[in-house]
C-alpha cells in the first residue's frame, strides 16, 4: 500500500532505485567542477527568493553564492554559511514522472508534517501514460500554509526541457539548482542563482552501473537536505519506512544515493545554506500526511460509509482504488462497475439495503450519475456523491484542475430534485467533509455531492491527527421490528427502514421514483405532488437553519451568488491568487 | 458484512404467508395482459415458499412490466428505466439475509440496461430477474423493442422493423448468466416451476417469460400456446438414467447445447436452457472480505483506522 502519490504507470517502487548496485556503501562521489557561471553572471543576483525569519543583515544574506568563494576560510567558521532561518519556502522539482519526483517531494512533505511544519503541495499529471514531463511542488512554512505557492523559491530542473519550461516559475532571486549533465541555462539570465550539479552521473557513480540514473530523485533530496538543513535522521527513517517490506537492497540502493547527495560539497557552489524556523505546534497532536483523495477516502471510513461503487476516472480513481483496497478490512465492498450508471445505482441499492453508500467520478461520469441522482431526491435516499473535478466540459482537460461543475452539482437534475453539496477547503476539509457529508445524508436522507478537484485530490499536505476514537460511526442498520411503517411522512424527514425489518401490521412500504403518497404508491395529483414537493425542500431548509455560515477566504469578489435551498458549505480558497495556475 | 442489529421488542410469532399478505394496489394493467399471470404465479410460489414477509424484495426498472413492485406488499423499490440490475446487485451483496427479486420488460432489460444484463451475469450476482419479454415497448404505447421482429409495423417502424432482434437466450449464455430459461405466460404450472429453480439457484437467475401484450403486439405468442393452436415445447433434461432416450435429452451443464436450442425459429422451446454452479460475486466477495478481517487480526474499525493513520504520520 502506497502512501505517497506514485506517478503513473511506474508501479508502487515510485522513483526508488531499484537496479542491484555494486558500489561498495559510504562511496563519496567526486567533487566535481563546480558547473557554476561566472562570478559576476552570478553575483547579480538581487532578492533573496526565500523569505527570512529576520531580515538578514544587509547584503550578507544575498551576496552571491560565487563571489563569496575567494576567501579561504573554512566554511564553518563563515557567518555567511551558517543556515539563514526562513519561515516559508516554495521548491518546485521538475523532471519527467518516471524519475520519481513525486516519491521525493512526497518524503518532504511527510517530513514536514513530522516536523510540525506546515505543507502544501502541489503536482500536474503528466498527459502521456508512459510518465513525461511533470512537476512536484512543495511549500514548507512555519506557519500556515495556505497555498502551494505560484512561485517558486528554489527550482530543481532535470532536463533542459524542465529548465525551459519552469525557469519563468521561478522567482527572482530564487535559486536553480540543475543537473548539469542535462541542462545548459542561460546565464545571461542575472535574475536567479544558479546551482549546477551533475546529478545524472554522480546518480551513477553513486549507485554503480544497473541503476543507471535511477535514484536522481533521493540524491536530489539528499541535495536539498543540506541546503535547507534538514533532519536528517527524520528523513532517513521516512525514507526506509516508504521501503519497508521490499528487499532490503532498494532501501540500502536509496540511503546511498541520499547520503551521496548529502555529501556533495554543495557550500562550493551555493554559499546559502536555509533552516526552517521551529514554531512549535500548540495542538499537542501529531501531523498526520496525506493527499485530499486519501483524506476523502478515510473521512468516508470514518463517517461510517462501507460500501460504494465507482468506474474508474481521473482524477476520482485513487478514491475508489483506496476504498476497494480497505472497505473488505472494515467487513464491506466497494465494487467497480460496468459504467457510473450502474455504480451509481448500485450505491443506492447499497443505501436502500441500509448501508449508506458513495459513488463518484468526474464531471462526463457525474453527467451519467445524473438520473440516479434525481431518484435519490425523489425517493429521499442517502447518498453521497464525489465529484473530483476537472477541466470541462466533455473529456475537457483531464489532468488539469478546474472548478466549473458547481452549477451541476446544485441544479444538474430534472424536476425539483433537492440535493445538498459540499465542498472540501484542504485536504484536512476532505477528510470532516466527507464525515459530514455522511452525517448529513442520513439525517436528512438525502443525496449529498461532496466537490473536490484535481489539485485538491493530489496534494499533499500534513494537518493535526483527527481523534478517531470521538469521530467514528458504527454503521450497523436497525432492523428492529416495527408496529407500523410509512416512508413518506409529510409532517416529518423520510428516515427509510431497511429492507429486512418487519412491520407488523403487515402493510410494507415501497420506494419510488413515481410521484408518491406516504406510503410511496404513485399518484398524479397536483396537490399531492405540491405537498411532497415542499416535503423534499423543507428538509434542506432544517438543514440550512443547522449548519454554520461558510467561511470565506480571500477577497469578497463574486460575479454569482448562489442562494437557494441548496446548501453550499465552504468555499475554496480560489480567489486569493493562490491558484498554482497562471 | 457488517453487522445488523435485530434486537428491539420481541416480534411476535409469524403467521402464515398468504396470497392475501403479499397482494397489494390492484394492477394497472390492461385487462388481459399477460403479466396479470405472471404476478399471480409469483404469489403462488411466495406461498409455497412461505419465505420470510420482511426478507421479501421486488424491485424494477420502468416499464408496464416493471410496475411489479407496486402489486407485491414487501419491500421494494420502483428505479429508473433500465438500471434495476445494479440496483439490485447492491442490495444483494449488502444483504444476503434477503431475497432478491427484480421484474422488467425487454425494453429494460435487453435495451437500455442490456449492459448491466451482461455484467449482472458475468459477475454472477445472487438474485431471481424476470423478463416479461412482449416484444413491444408497452408502457410508451407500441414502439419497436429489442425483440420486435423483423417486419413488425410499430410506431417507430410503420413499414416494418428492419433491425435484427436481440435473442434473449444467447445473449444471456454468452455474457455468463448462470441459470437462463424460458417460459410463456400462458403456462402457469410452468411458469412456477422455472420461478421456483430460479429462485433455488444460486447466482444470476434470469427467465425470460413470453407475455403478451394484448393492447399493442396481441396473438403474437399463439404459436406457443396450445390453446390457440400451438405448441409449447418442453426441454428434456437429462435425467441421468443411462437410457438410450436420456441421449437425446439436454444436459443443462452444455453451453454449446444450450446455444443450440437458442437458434431454434420461433417459438422456440421452453425450460431451463443452461444452469451451472460457479461462485456468485457475492460469495467471492465475501471470501475476500474474511480473508482480509483476518489479516487485520479481526481488529476493531477503530483500530484498523488508527493503525493506518499512524502509519501516516
Ligand atoms: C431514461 C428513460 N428513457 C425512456 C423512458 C420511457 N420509457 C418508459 S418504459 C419504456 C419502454 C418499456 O418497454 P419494456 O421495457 O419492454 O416494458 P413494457 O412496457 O413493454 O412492459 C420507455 C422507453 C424512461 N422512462 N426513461
Ligand atoms: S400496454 Fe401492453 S404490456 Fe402494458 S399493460 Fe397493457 S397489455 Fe400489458
Ligand atoms: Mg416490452
Redesign the interface.
Known sequence: MS?TPVQPGNGDSGGAPTGATTATSGDVPQVPDASLPSAEGAARTTTAALQPASPPSAGAARTAPAASQSTSTPASERADLRPENIQDAVIRLAGNSQDGIQTAGAFLA?LA??SDHDVMTYMTIPATISGGPSIFQVRIGSGEVLSAGDEADFLVAFYQHSYQDHIDFLKEGGVLLYDSDNVEPNFDDKRFVYVGVPITGLTIEALGGTAKDKGKNIFVLGLISKIFSLDVDKLKKIIS?KFAGKDQSIVNTAMMAFQAGYAYPVGKVLTHQYRFEHLPKTTGR?????DGN?ALA?GL??GGV??G?GYPITPWSSVMEALRR?L??????F?Q???E???V???????????L?VTGSAGPGISLKT??IG?ASM?EIPLIICNIQRGGPSTGLPTNVEQSDLHQAIYGGHGDSPRVVLAAASVEDCFYIAIEAARIARKYSTPVFILSDTSLATRIEAFD??D??KL?V????????RQTFKPYPVDAITQHI???????D?????????EHDEMG??TGSPKLHMVMTAKRRNKLRKLAEEIPVPEIYGRYICATSIHCPTAWKKSSPSSNGSSPWR | MPETTTSAPPAPEREKLTKKAITADHPTWCPGCGDFAVLASFYKVLEKKQLDHEKIVTLAGIGCSSRFPYFVNGHGAHFIHGRAVPLASGISLARPDLHVFLFGGDGDGFSIGGNHLNHGARKNINMTYFIMDNFVYGLTKKQTSPTSPIGFKSKTDPTGAIDQPVNPMKQLISAGATFIARTHATQVKHMMEMIERAFDHQGFSVIECLSECVEFYPDVFDPADPRKGGSFDVIQEKKWDNTPEDELRHDVTDELAAYKLAQLPFPGVFGVFYQNDRPTKNALEKKWIESTREKTGNASDLEILQKTFDRMK
Open positions: 502512501e511527510r508534517g513530522r519506512e501529531a501531523q498526520i500526511t496525506m486519501q478515510y471510513i470514518a462501507r460500501y461503487a480497505e473488505p478490512k472494515y467487513g464491506g465492498i465494487v462497475a460496468e459504467d450508471l450502474a455504480s445505482s448500485l450505491a443506492l441499492g447499497f443505501s436502500y439495503s441500509g448501508y453508500a438520473e440516479a431518484w425517493a491527527e483527527p478517531l476514537s467514528m458504527d454503521p450497523k442498520p436497525d432492523l428492529s421490528p431497511p429492507p429486512g425489518t418487519r412491520i407488523l403487515g402493510k410494507y412500504p415501497l420506494l419510488s421514483g413515481l404508491h404513485p
